[in-house]
């Protein structure tokens, strides 16, 4: 734990209103969501964030803790987060195991809120991709590109997330399609260029843009998540340090082996959009508890976290890298914070305190 010297300024900020504000941020990526995928996305929504209140909740209990702190939008807020990063296809217990774990080995067990190494739903969710490999890679094909399960059916989908494919008639191979990050990824593994696989994919820049691509829950369009990524920063609930480092990283370097081979490497705009690359800028990577404290080493953190984003997409086994990304910089942070500590008030850097 690194701690601050005085003088401190109180923000005005409260615990609460933090939290809700950035629940309130993720609220247009969460309808879109639901516009892609219908009823899945509201059980998976309900799901993720019910069973991280009701798992906070016993927790507090067990350990004999005051439960009002239920109610401080944390434990909701790891839930919304938790369901954005899950494919829509994943069953009922996947959701409840997930938030099961974020909550009580990903937040409790570190000592609950304020001291948690990893971001609880992304330590979730790279828990998952390595536990359940299948259902954490098959991604439902969103209603407006032709789906075959009617997602808008609330018995359909109720059948399907409770009883999965075998309910409603249907198999994994009918119902799923590749991710555009994925279909590259395989697509070059074959030899085929990026411009070919991403004509072959129909791939649109105005599609990722505006929320009608595959992928997780939340990753679905960039610009309700830049929406509410952009009123944070207007509102100093996160400071632009992370998001611009991060995303510019992710640009320069994707904007660099382009330039020098583009059948090799996919172009800036479509690792920008592409994924959860956004997602995890504006609000996985920018949690105050995992991240570091002072205004240059939120930027060595966002570097860190575009390149490791960007390596991992372009030599790795796995498509996205964004998450994966966030999690190690985690591991970085009390590094980062050591030697990066802010100037103290009224001392110049360097100078003895």
């Not at 494919?87 to 909550?103: H, R, S």
């Not at 390595?130 to 407006?144: E, V």
């Not at 075959?148 to 609330?154: G, H, I, T």
């Not at 860190?304 to 591991?331: D, H, Q, S």
Request: aromatic content about 14%; glycine content about 10%.
């Amino acid at each position: 734990m690194i701690f601050l010297s005085s003088p401190h300024q109180h923000s005005g900020n409260s615990i609460q209103l933090t939290m809700f504000s950035v629940i309130i941020a993720l609220i247009p990526a969460a309808m879109v969501s639901v516009y892609l995928y219908g009823w899945l996305a509201v059980f998976l929504l309900t799901t993720c964030i019910g069973m991280s209140l009701l798992t906070e909740y016993v927790v507090l209990r067990m350990m004999k803790r005051d439960t009002a702190r239920l109610w401080d939008g944390s434990a909701a807020l790891t839930g919304l987060f938790l369901a954005l990063v899950l494919p829509a296809a994943v069953p009922w217990w996947i959701a409840v195991f997930a938030a099961v774990f974020a909550i009580l080995l990903g937040k409790q067990l570190y000592g609950g809120l304020g001291y948690n190494l990893f971001n609880p739903a992304l330590a979730a969710r790279v828990v998952l991709l390595i536990s359940f490999p299948l259902y954490m890679t098959s991604w439902l094909i969103p209603m407006h590109m032709g789906a075959v399960l009617d997602m808008y059916d609330f018995s359909n989908s109720l059948s399907f997330f409770f009883l999965g494919p075998d309910a409603v008639k249907q198999t994994w191979d009918a119902i799923t399609m590749a991710t555009p990050l994925g279909h590259v990824k395989t697509e070059l593994t074959q030899g085929v260029t990026v411009g070919e696989a991403l004509a072959n994919y129909q791939y649109s820049t105005l599609n990722a843009f505006i929320g009608r691509e595959a992928g997780s829950l939340g990753e679905g369009s960039a610009l309700a998540l830049l929406m509410g990524g952009i009123w944070l920063m207007a509102r100093h609930t996160i400071s632009w340090h992370i998001p611009v480092s991060y995303l510019l990283t992710v640009a320069v370097f994707a904007g660099i082996f382009n330039l020098i081979n583009p059948d090799v490497y996919a172009p800036p705009l479509f690792h920008l959009l592409a994924g959860g690359l956004i997602l995890c800028a504006f609000f996985m990577a920018t949690d105050p508890v995992s991240s570091p404290s002072s205004g240059i080493g939120k930027i060595v953190f966002g570097v860190g976290c575009g390149l490791l984003t960007w390596v991992i997409r372009t030599f790795g086994n796995y498509p996205e890298g964004a998450m994966f990304a966030v999690v190690l910089m985690n591991c970085a942070t009390p590094l980062i914070d050591y030697y990066i500590r802010p100037r103290v008030y009224g001392y110049k850097r360097g100078e003895k305190s």
